[in-house]
């Protein structure tokens, strides 16, 4: 498989637009653990790591069409349904925290999902939701509401 090289012709260049737009949003949405997530990642792989701010922070999440409420949301459905995905349905339960969503919105996509992943999947989300939820609470956190983009006019 060819490597694909940014626009500013290095490959993985940090200091890419493409780059900047995915950190600045993984920054808005994952807050203060966002260089801790991504550092993590890259020292694994670095390819990765670029691929994860690249493609769903920098192209995905900053589109307009649907608010950053939604789309978390939308995420922590999708991470509830596949069912293994615990690590990232606990940074997508803060994220959306972060987005506006309430603990009830969060709970209440979590049960929904029960009729398309069954009872253990399901489960497993509203665990990890009790986590994030105790979490927060223990250290007095109230996430940051990151300013929601406002949804395209039909």
Not at 114 to 129: E, M, Q, R, S, V
């Amino acid at each position: 498989m060819a490597r694909r090289k940014s626009g500013a012709g290095d490959l993985h260049n940090e200091n890419s637009a493409a780059y900047q737009r995915g950190i600045t949003e993984l920054h808005k949405q994952l807050g203060p653990m966002a260089d801790a997530y991504i550092a993590r990642i890259k020292k694994i792989s670095p390819e990765f790591a670029w691929v994860n701010v690249t493609f769903p922070f920098g192209e995905l999440y900053t589109r307009d069409a649907v608010d950053l409420k939604t789309r978390e949301l939308c995420t922590v459905a999708a991470l509830t349904v596949q069912g293994f995905s615990l690590p990232e349905l606990t940074i997508h339960i803060e994220a959306a925290l972060r987005s506006g969503a309430s603990r009830a919105e969060v709970v209440e996509i979590i049960t929904q999902m029960i009729a398309y992943c069954g009872f253990p999947a399901a489960t497993n989300a509203l665990l990890t939701a009790e986590t994030v939820f105790a979490r927060l609470d223990a250290a007095n956190v109230k996430p940051k509401k990151a300013r929601p983009r406002k949804a395209a006019k039909r």
